[in-house]
C-alpha cells in the first residue's frame, strides 16, 4: 500500500486524469440510471407500488392486458376463493376541465379492494400530478368518451399507467366508457399460485408485458452497463500502458525478491483508491443532482441503487487492472533490467 501511494503521489497528473475519467463515466452511469428509475416510476408507478403478487389474464389475450377478457364464471370463483383478489380494468383516454384543456389519462375501474379507493358513479380520483396542471377538488371534467362529467373528489400519489396519470372511476361509468362488460385482469396480493386456463404474471413478468416499459427500460439499462463496462475498460488499457512503462522498474524490485503477488496488491491498491474516491464524488454529485433536478424531469436515484453501481464499479475496475497485471508475472528480472536500461 505504501509502495502504491507513493508511485501515485510521483505521477500525480497521470492518476488524476484516470480518476476524472472514472468519476465522469460513474456520474454519467448514476445519472442515467436515476433517470431509468424515474422513467419506471413515471410509466408504471401504479404497478410497481403494488405488493408483490399474481396477476392473470385471459388466455387468448397474447400476452397484452388490453386484449384480456375474463369469463365471469372463472373470475367469480376467484373472488370467492381469494378474499383479497379483485379485478380491474385498464384503458386509456382523456379529460378536459373547465378551461376545456385536454390531458391524457390512464382510467382504471376494480372490485373492492383496499388497494385503490372506490368512487361512486360520476366521481373521479386523480393521481396528484394533475394538480400541476390547474385541476383540484370539486372540478367538474368531461372526457370525450363520456357523456356526463367527473367531479375531482380527491387524488392520489403515485399511480401512473404509461406515463399518464390513473383516474379512477365507478364500474358502470368504465363500462359505458368503454362498451365492456368483462374485467381485464385479476390481481391476487402475496401468491405465487398458477391457474388453469388464465395466463398468470408476476409483478416483474406483468411490467415485462407492457411494450412501452420493456422497450424503455431494456435501452436505458443497455446504457448503463455499456458505461460499466468501458470502465472496466478504461482501467485495463491505463495500468497496461503504466505496466509497459515500469516493465525496468519491476524487474529491479522482481530481482530485490519481491514477490509477483505484492506487485499485483500494489495495481489492485492504486485501482482501489481511484476508484472509491471517484465514486464518492460522482455518487454525492447524482444525489445532489436530484435535489436539485426540475419536477418534471422523471429521476429517482436511491441510495441503494448508488451503492450497488458503486459496488459493480469496484469489481469491474478489479478485473480491469487484473487483466492488466498479467504481464507482470512474465516479466524476468534481468530481461526487463535490460529492457529498461535499453
Given at each position: 500500500m505504501n509502495m502504491a501511494w507513493k508511485e501515485m503521489k510521483k505521477n500525480k497528473p497521470k492518476f488524476l486524469i484516470v480518476g476524472s475519467i472514472v468519476l465522469l463515466i460513474s456520474l454519467v452511469t448514476f445519472i442515467?440510471?436515476?433517470?431509468?428509475?424515474?422513467?419506471?416510476?413515471?410509466?408504471?408507478?401504479?404497478?410497481?407500488?403494488?405488493?408483490?403478487?399474481?396477476?392473470?389474464?385471459?388466455?387468448?389475450?397474447?400476452?397484452?392486458?388490453?386484449?384480456?377478457?375474463?369469463?365471469?364464471?372463472?373470475?367469480?370463483?376467484?373472488?370467492?376463493?381469494?378474499?383479497?383478489?379483485?379485478?380491474f380494468s385498464l384503458q386509456m383516454g382523456s379529460l378536459k376541465n373547465?378551461?376545456?384543456?385536454?390531458?391524457?389519462?390512464?382510467?382504471?375501474?376494480?372490485?373492492?379492494?383496499?388497494?385503490?379507493?372506490?368512487?361512486?358513479?360520476?366521481?373521479?380520483?386523480?393521481?396528484?400530478?394533475?394538480?400541476?396542471?390547474?385541476?383540484?377538488?370539486?372540478?367538474?371534467?368531461?372526457?370525450?368518451?363520456?357523456?356526463?362529467?367527473?367531479?375531482?373528489?380527491?387524488?392520489?400519489?403515485?399511480?401512473?399507467?404509461?406515463?399518464?396519470?390513473?383516474?379512477?372511476?365507478?364500474?358502470?361509468?368504465?363500462?359505458?366508457?368503454?362498451?365492456?362488460?368483462?374485467?381485464?385482469?385479476?390481481?391476487?396480493?402475496?401468491?405465487?399460485?398458477?391457474?388453469?386456463?388464465?395466463?398468470?404474471?408476476?409483478?416483474?413478468?406483468?411490467?415485462?408485458?407492457?411494450?412501452s416499459y420493456q422497450a424503455e427500460q431494456m435501452t436505458l439499462n443497455m446504457i448503463v452497463w455499456f458505461l460499466v463496462v468501458i470502465s472496466g475498460m478504461l482501467f485495463a488499457i491505463f495500468f497496461y500502458m503504466m505496466n509497459v512503462q515500469k516493465i525496468g522498474m519491476y524487474g529491479i524490485l522482481k530481482a530485490l525478491g519481491i514477490r509477483t503477488g505484492d506487485l499485483f496488491k500494489m495495481i489492485w491498491s492504486q485501482m482501489a483508491l481511484i476508484t472509491i474516491l471517484a465514486l464518492f464524488v460522482s455518487g454525492l454529485l447524482s444525489q445532489v443532482f436530484q435535489v436539485i433536478a426540475p419536477d418534471t424531469m422523471p429521476y429517482h436515484l436511491t441510495l441503494t441503487t448508488t451503492i450497488q453501481l458503486s459496488f459493480v464499479f469496484v469489481i469491474v475496475g478489479f478485473l480491469g487492472s487484473t487483466l492488466s497485471g498479467f504481464q507482470i508475472r512474465k516479466i524476468e528480472p534481468l530481461q526487463a533490467i535490460q529492457q529498461g536500461e535499453a
Open positions: 442515467i440510471s436515476g433517470l431509468a428509475n424515474g422513467l419506471s416510476q413515471d410509466n408504471v408507478s401504479l404497478i410497481k407500488n403494488m405488493p408483490e403478487g399474481m396477476f392473470y389474464m385471459s388466455e387468448d389475450s397474447n400476452e397484452s392486458y388490453t386484449q384480456s377478457q375474463l369469463e365471469e364464471k372463472k373470475q367469480d370463483e376467484i373472488l370467492e376463493r381469494d378474499k383479497n383478489a379483485f379485478a373547465e378551461a376545456d384543456n385536454q390531458q391524457s389519462v390512464a382510467f382504471l375501474t376494480s372490485t373492492d379492494t383496499q388497494l385503490f379507493k372506490q368512487v361512486s358513479k360520476g366521481e373521479v380520483i386523480l393521481d396528484r400530478s394533475l394538480k400541476a396542471e390547474g385541476i383540484k377538488v370539486g372540478d367538474e371534467l368531461t372526457s370525450p368518451l363520456f357523456d356526463g362529467t367527473f367531479k375531482v373528489i380527491d387524488f392520489v400519489d403515485n399511480k401512473k399507467f404509461n406515463h399518464s396519470p390513473v383516474a379512477f372511476i365507478n364500474q358502470e361509468s368504465f363500462k359505458n366508457m368503454f362498451r365492456t362488460d368483462e374485467w381485464q385482469l385479476i390481481y391476487r396480493p402475496n401468491t405465487t399460485e398458477e391457474i388453469s386456463g388464465l395466463q398468470s404474471f408476476s409483478k416483474n413478468e406483468f411490467l415485462s408485458t407492457i411494450p
